[in-house]
């Protein structure tokens, strides 16, 4: 799965960018361990696709 990290003043860049590559919205999980994808600094936040779920028809 991919994942997006974003410190706390990306975080808003990090959305947009995701919504336009994807087309939905992310999933937003706190996650300190990474780096900023911007910027290089701490990350805050992990951004990713949600497991799609199907519909029986």
């Known amino acids: ?3 997006t990290y974003s410190c706390l ?3 808003d860049m ?3 960018d995701f919504i336009l590559e994807h087309e939905t919205f992310p999933i937003i999980e706190k ?3 990474h780096l900023c994808a911007y910027c290089s600094s701490k990350s805050a936040y992990r951004l990713s ?3 799609l779920v ?3 028809q």
């Open 31 to 33: 996650d300190e361990e």
């Open 14 to 16: 990090a959305i947009d």
């Open 1 to 3: 799965m991919e994942y």
């Open 9 to 11: 003043e990306d975080y």
């Open 49 to 51: 696709l949600g497991k």
């Open 54 to 56: 199907e519909k029986d």
